[in-house]
């Protein structure tokens, strides 16, 4: 049982995650009529938040210990920011100053700041709750 727990416990964070990105995308920030608008610092919590949630729920999803859940996540959404980063920069050459690099890069780093704070959240939710694998206490007697 944990083997499926470890099978279909991470894809089904990320599922999750994918649809709480679809329902934040598509849900409309800017009610007609106002002129103040919180699209910006919306966004960036939401970018935060949606690349927060796959570690949480792939370390509330799988068995034991759960930090090696959480640095599979971590991982996976790494790898995912480099591969959009390099397809950014070498795939697509730029054709914009160096400034709209640093920001562009700046950018990234927030999508960094998601994993990062799933994994302290789930280090503090989960830290006696299976975060490491037990280790077996064996008392045994010394002879003197």
Not at 14 to 20: C, I
Request: glycine residues 4%; proline residues 6%.
């Amino acid at each position: 049982m944990n083997v499926l727990r470890w099978i279909f416990g991470i894809p089904l964070a990320f599922a999750v995650a994918f649809g709480l990105l679809y329902v934040l995308v598509t849900f409309d920030t800017d009610p007609p009529g106002y002129s103040f608008s919180f699209s910006f610092a919306f966004r960036v919590f939401e970018i935060i938040i949606i690349f927060s949630v796959p570690v949480f729920l792939s370390c509330l999803f799988t068995p034991s210990p759960k930090k090696y859940a959480a640095l599979i996540s971590v991982s996976l959404i790494t790898l995912a920011i480099v591969a959009l980063f390099i397809y950014l920069f070498i795939a697509n050459p730029p054709n914009h100053s160096a400034e709209q690099a640093v920001s562009v890069l700046g950018k990234y780093m927030i999508l960094i700041a998601g994993p990062s704070i799933g994994f302290a959240v789930s280090y503090n939710v989960f830290k006696n709750k299976g975060w490491e694998k037990k280790s077996k206490d064996f008392d045994m007697d010394e002879f003197d």
